[in-house]
Nanobody, 125 residues
Framework: QVQLEESGGGLVQAGGSLRLSCAAS????????MGWFRQPPGKAREFLGA????????VYADSVKGRFTISRDNGLGTLYLQMRSLKREDTAGYYCAAAGGRWKEKWDPAEFAYWGQGTQVTVSS
């Protein structure tokens, strides 16, 4: 199995940028499809995007497409989420997750077996 730990969250003004990181340990990082999710208080966990094992393909939710970019460095065992043009509605706990299986275009949280503890992002107006 793999252990995941997010970092990089914090307070940012609307319109600003932030980069989250997710450090993996344990089983080889490159074995997993990686995803980012977020969960605002009192709401369901939302899929943001995912990246293939090699990093050569990504998919994004419509809500963040064009503003958020997912990348990975398999040598460092790290996943990234670059967030730009942040809005107040982006305020949430952000989670990285790892999945096995086949690559596809849409993902449900239940399909990811391993999760980090989350990092909070707060966007102020």
């Amino acid at each position: 199995q793999v252990q995941l730990e997010e970092s990089g969250g914090g307070l940012v003004q609307a319109g600003g940028s932030l980069r989250l990181s997710c450090a993996a340990s344990g089983r080889p990082f490159s074995s997993y499809i990686m995803g980012w999710f977020r969960q605002p208080p009192g709401k369901a966990r939302e899929f943001l995007g995912a990246i293939k094992w090699s990093g050569d393909s990504t998919v994004y939710a419509d809500s963040v497409k064009g503003r958020f970019t997912i990348s990975r460095d398999n040598g460092l065992g790290t996943l990234y989420l670059q967030m730009r043009s942040l809005k107040r509605e982006d305020t949430a706990g952000y989670y990285c997750a790892a999945a096995g299986g086949r690559w596809k275009e849409k993902w449900d949280p239940a399909e990811f077996a391993y999760w980090g503890q989350g990092t909070q992002v707060t966007v102020s107006s």
